[in-house]
Every structure is written in structure tokens, then in C-alpha cells.
T-cell receptor, first 114, second 111 residues
């Protein structure tokens, strides 16, 4: 029973490039969440998506960041024109559509901007 | 006031003892509460969740919730060195399905 999958696990980008982070939820889960963990800081919510819908993007920076969860394929978090401050661990989580909607995290993508 | 607060530690506990981790939250509309364990360089791993007042036990772990005091705790019995990690308290405020995390408590179990 595969868990949440994320790729790549490590991503290095130069300032100004684009970063694309992918997340496939656990089998049977249709809700995806993205969180960011900056060095020495806590986990912060970014966005909550269902298939083809953004439910809550209140934690997303207003510029350069976008997320999608298409009908087919993984959820993608896209960061345009990356800056050094974007260097962080980005975690995706998924939840079932029942119960307390507990969230299970993927292994994360460590983004380094040089 | 932070929405979710934890003592950052470090908390040092001898092997075999009980480790007690505490968390307070500010929003009375909070509905579900989660404890995650995070090893250094790894992703958060769900240990327990609780949504009703009282205790919930799962193996060596017990979660306790007191909504009147806005307090949730995690007890780890018979602590093992492998329990050494950062423990994150997370709250689903207002049932919005976006978790608000505390800063985490770093726990060290001493052999």
C-alpha cells in the first residue's frame, strides 16, 4: 500500500528558474495539501486541493507560487522565478474523505536555490 | 498569541520513563488534534489523532484532550531511544482541513 509519493526528493535551482514539485496522494485519497518548512521554522500550510479544484490557498504567497491537481496525474506545486528565500522542504500530504480527515505526509522535496 | 504553542525543549527523559509533551491552542472552534513525529531530515509521521475530550490510547502512546482548557498532550510510556525526535502538535482549526502546527518539542531519550 504505497504512501504519498513526491518527486523529486532534492531539487537545485538557480535564482530566476522555475521549480516544479510533484505529489501523488495515497491510493484512495482525493485531498492533497502542501506545506512548507523553512530552516529552523515550523510547518506552514500553503494550499489545499481536490481534483481540479483549489479549496483553500490562503497560505500561498501572492506571487510566483501556484498549485494544481488535475483530473489525471499528480498534484503540482510550481514556483516561478525562484529566490534564495524559497529554499525549504516542501511536503505534500493527503487525506481520506471521511472521519477526521487525518493527513499523511510524503517524504518531501528539498529545494535549494543557489 | 500563537495559534498552537508547544515548549520547544529540548526535553530529556531517561529510557523506560514516561515522556510528557504538551500543547495549547487558541481557537475554541478547533475540532481535531494530531500528533506527528519528525526525525531530523525526514517528513512528519502521524502518531495519533484525537477529537473527543478525554484519553485515547494506542500502544505506548496516549493522547489527552481537554477542550475547556484548550490543551492537548501526548504521553509516551516506556520511552525508547528510537523515540528521540521532534514531536509536532497540529490542530485543525474550525474544521478547515488546514493544519496549524506548533513549533515542535525536541525529545531526547537517554539510554
Amino acid at each position: 500500500n504505497a504512501g504519498v509519493m513526491q518527486n523529486p526528493r532534492h531539487l537545485v535551482r538557480r535564482r530566476g528558474q522555475e521549480a516544479r514539485l510533484r505529489c501523488s496522494p495515497m491510493k484512495g485519497h482525493s485531498h492533497v495539501y502542501w506545506y512548507r518548512q523553512l530552516p529552523e521554522e515550523g510547518l506552514k500550510f500553503m494550499v489545499y486541493l481536490q481534483k481540479e479544484n483549489i479549496i483553500d490557498e490562503s497560505g500561498m504567497p501572492k506571487e510566483r507560487f501556484s498549485a494544481e491537481f488535475p483530473k489525471e496525474g499528480p498534484s503540482i506545486l510550481r514556483i516561478q522565478q525562484v529566490v534564495r528565500g524559497d529554499s525549504a522542504a516542501y511536503f505534500c500530504a493527503s487525506s481520506p474523505q471521511r472521519g477526521v480527515w487525518e493527513q499523511y505526509f510524503g517524504p518531501g522535496t528539498r529545494l535549494t536555490v543557489t | 498569541q500563537k495559534e498552537v504553542e508547544q515548549n520547544s525543549g529540548p526535553l530529556s527523559v531517561p529510557e523506560g520513563a514516561i515522556a510528557s509533551l504538551n500543547c495549547t491552542y487558541s481557537d475554541r472552534g478547533s475540532q481535531s488534534f494530531f500528533w506527528y513525529r519528525q526525525y531530523s531530515g525526514k517528513s512528519p509521521e502521524l502518531i495519533m489523532f484525537i477529537y473527543s475530550n478525554g484519553d485515547k490510547e494506542d500502544g505506548r502512546f496516549t493522547a489527552q484532550l481537554n477542550k475547556a482548557s484548550q490543551y492537548v498532550s501526548l504521553l509516551i510510556r516506556d520511552s525508547q531511544p528510537s523515540d528521540s525526535a521532534t514531536y509536532l502538535c497540529a490542530v485543525d482549526i474550525q474544521g478547515a482541513q488546514k493544519l496549524v502546527f506548533g513549533q515542535g518539542t525536541r525529545l531526547t531519550i537517554n539510554p
